[in-house]
């Protein structure tokens, strides 16, 4: 592949060629399958679990996995700029960005987050090693990986240009970005803050082995204490649907608070803000009933009602509880807000009858309890590799 | 002895017969009165406290609910002062005060600094402006520069409304003032950046002052001044060797903590206790660095009484300083860094 009729974009000392391309070019695949071999030499990665997670999620299998379900019987091709206003605090986000950015064949401007992660700076430095080979030359110069500040006049420069613009962030963030004007032709693709939640079937404790208990712990654990809670993927609500037995579900709390107790140092500092947020919130919403602290391992805070829930959100391992009768009752809950809904003791089909049913106004994604940090290229509602293409009709 | 006989004691006076049992009569007593009389506090308490967790010491509140909630245990028009904190990080603490309260705090301040500078009034020097040109109405700086005041005399600022050192005025009063005590007063970092590092400063005689401050390290930290090399450079640069620095929050004014000159730690008060506490709350034992956890026993308008705080410090010992005052004696290292937060949210 060779560039032609390419606009240059300048920015400081940086140079961006802009082309678009076939979406899962040769080029490109190689590049991931480098940049997964080059990661995997540095043996650091695996003391970040979102690295680690990287890796894994790179491998061939989903690759090829994404690259099937992408094809349809459209020829796509991909929009030219993609500008990625990454998450600021999130230290792995900017790069699944840039791959979704990179598969739909697109050239690609990231801003990376300012604040100097590690996994960041591991990231950045394979992403260099690698566009030092020669057969890469292409991705180097139509893909730049650059620190932005928000107001600045480069961000406007490129905004002017992109073709596509992918902003991910709080909702202050993504509304004042959004003032930032794009072309007329340029569309915008938006991760604002969501919330999520999880729903158990009550009749799972029931009788349930130890092994299948301490699993489930095991995965609740994975979605939620890994980013402390914070992304928005995972869960800080829990609805616990049918009739309890308090026997069987205080030992699933026990089991959870083992692995919190073995696999989480908590700092003075996490505490506090922990302790700090539960006694403002006893405050604040009106609808809290108890309360079970786990010294500061665990807050288990119970509901009255759940009408005050976009007001809370569980932090550090804070989850907010209420027993319903039947998953029906949440749907008016389910608002746009909501991202994704984790579910144990439920059947897949019992989710999709749940979601045709009910005429939802939010959630976008229905997972099995254990995989709310799972990426994927469908997020928030897009397929996110087609919204950054364009189908061109052939007659 | 009840509450208003206890707080007329001497607030050394370490000697008070069952002065510990005293002590937890007292948390009980403000335990139960702000119950009563603050509807916040009574929700959180009957929330996270239970029967089984009924120790009167753990009944605290973060430092931080002051900063986002009106807490008072009084009624809006028995409010006579409302205090502001300075705030330097976003919100300020807003704390209420009834006539009685703001009283009481002024007089127990009183005698805990005379205890260490004298109850004589001397000439003090303030390194700051006049409160008057201070923008806001009763920030912590405000406060503590007027509660302060009624230590001194000839009340001299050597800032001007914008922040320029006057010379002359300085000069003028250490004409008057240089040959006997006098009492210089202002925040840490002021101090630091108005006559430590000013190198116009030279033979300069302030030999005579006890140099009395607070307020936090942070900046100095970063220009890499220690405690000791703070002490040090007063002392080359002035002669000064009476160096007193003072601890305590906006939100328990009146029992504050200094630094006895003698032993370089701060004491507790009869008044006042703290527990430093790990990140799970278990009480840590002396010499270990964790969260500290102040109770004072004067705030009665608003529960004050016992909170949590985002410092970080050690108890030494208790009742054993070699500088003969009783207490608890403790170090205090700030507050600790935050770690960096992660997450979908706006970053704050």
């Avoid at chain 1, 009739?243 to 205080?250: M, R, T, Y």
């Avoid at chain 2, 502001?84 to 603490?93: A, H, R, V």
């Avoid at chain 2, 410092?311 to 030494?316: A, M, T």
Wanted: proline share 2%; aromatic share 12%; net charge positive.
């Amino acid at each position: 592949m060779t560039l032609y009729n390419t606009k240059i974009l300048n920015l400081d000392n940086h140079t961006v060629y802009k082309q678009a391309f076939k979406p899962f070019n040769k080029i490109s695949l190689n590049f991931i399958e480098d940049l997964r071999t080059e990661l995997k030499k540095n043996k650091k990665i695996y003391e970040y679990p979102e690295l680690a997670y990287f890796i894994f999620w790179l491998r061939k299998s989903k690759i090829k996995k994404i690259s099937d379900d992408f094809k349809d019987k459209n020829l796509r091709h991909g929009r030219g700029l993609v500008f990625h206003v990454s998450s600021s605090n999130l230290p792995t986000n900017f790069i699944y960005s840039f791959i979704f950015g990179l598969l739909s064949g697109n050239s690609n401007i990231v801003k990376i987050p300012s604040i100097s992660f590690p996994e960041k700076e591991i990231l950045i430095s394979a992403i260099d090693t690698i566009l030092k080979k020669k057969k890469y030359d292409l991705i180097k110069k139509t893909n730049l990986f650059i620190n932005l500040e928000r107001n600045s006049e480069n961000f406007f420069k490129i905004s002017k240009h992109c073709d596509a613009r992918v902003i991910w962030g709080g909702d202050n963030s993504v509304k004042s970005i959004r003032n930032i004007p794009i072309k007329p032709r340029s569309i915008e693709l938006v991760f604002p803050d969501r919330y999520s939640f999880c729903i158990i079937k009550s009749s799972f404790f029931y009788n349930q082995h130890k092994k299948k208990l301490e699993l489930a712990a095991e995965k609740l654990f994975r979605d939620t204490y890994n980013l402390s809670q914070l992304a928005c993927n995972s869960p800080h609500f829990i609805f616990i649907a049918g009739k309890i037995k308090q026997k069987n579900l205080s030992l699933f709390w026990q089991y959870f608070l083992k692995i919190i107790k073995k696999k989480v140092k908590f700092e003075n500092f996490n505490s506090f803000e922990k302790f700090n947020e539960l006694t403002s919130n006893i405050i604040k919403i009106n609808s809290i009933s108890s309360i079970d602290r786990f010294e500061n391992y665990l807050y288990l805070v119970n509901l009255d009602s759940i009408d005050e829930i976009e007001q809370i959100r569980g932090k550090n391992g804070t989850f907010y509880v209420k027993k319903k009768k039947k998953i029906n009752e949440l749907k008016k809950y389910i608002t746009e807000k909501c991202q994704t809904i984790t579910y144990l003791g439920f059947s897949k089909n019992e989710m999709l009858e749940f979601v045709k049913k009910n005429n939802l106004n939010g959630v976008d994604r229905i997972v099995p309890i254990g995989q709310a940090m799972d990426i994927d290229v469908i997020w928030d509602g897009y397929e996110t590799l087609k919204h950054l293409s364009r189908v061109i009709t052939v007659d | 002895m009840n509450y208003k006989n206890f707080i007329k004691q001497n607030p050394f006076n370490f000697e008070i017969k069952d002065l510990k049992l005293i002590q937890k009569k007292m948390i009980e007593y403000l335990n139960n009165h702000h119950y009563k009389k603050c509807i916040e506090y009574k929700k959180i308490i009957k929330m996270i406290y239970d029967k089984k967790n009924s120790n009167l010491f753990n009944k605290m509140l973060p430092i931080n609910l002051f900063k986002n909630f009106e807490l008072k245990s009084i009624s809006n028009d028995q409010v006579f002062k409302v205090m502001l904190s300075s705030g330097t990080s976003g919100l300020q603490s807003k704390i209420f005060l009834d006539k009685n309260n703001a009283l009481k705090q002024k007089i127990i301040l009183h005698k805990i600094v005379s205890e260490y500078i004298g109850s004589e009034r001397l000439p003090m020097l303030i390194i700051d402006k006049n409160p008057k040109y201070l923008k806001n109405e009763m920030t912590a700086k405000e406060a503590a520069i007027v509660g302060f005041s009624i230590f001194g005399k000839d009340h001299t600022y050597l800032l001007d409304e914008y922040n320029n050192i006057c010379s002359a005025t300085l000069n003028n009063f250490l004409e008057r003032h240089q040959k006997k005590k006098f009492l210089i007063f202002g925040f840490t970092s002021q101090i630091f950046e108005h006559l430590i590092e000013k190198k116009f400063f030279k033979n300069i005689d302030m030999k005579n002052a006890i140099c009395l401050h607070g307020g936090g390290w942070k900046k100095i930290e970063k220009k890499k001044i220690s405690k000791i090399l703070f002490k040090k450079k007063l002392l080359n640069k002035f002669g000064i060797d009476k160096v007193i620095n003072y601890y305590g929050l906006i939100e328990q004014t009146g029992s504050i903590f200094l630094e006895s000159p003698k032993c370089g730690y701060f004491h507790t008060s009869i008044f006042s206790n703290i527990i430093v506490r790990d990140p799970m709350f278990n009480v840590l034992k002396n010499n270990k660095k964790g969260l500290v956890q102040l109770i004072s026993i004067l705030p009665t308008s608003y529960p004050g009484h016992n909170i949590l705080t985002e410092d970080l410090g050690e108890i030494v010992g208790e009742n054993d300083c070699i500088c003969g005052k009783g207490g608890k004696y403790f170090l205090i290292h700030g507050r600790e860094k935050k770690s960096e937060i992660r997450g979908c949210s706006d970053a704050l």
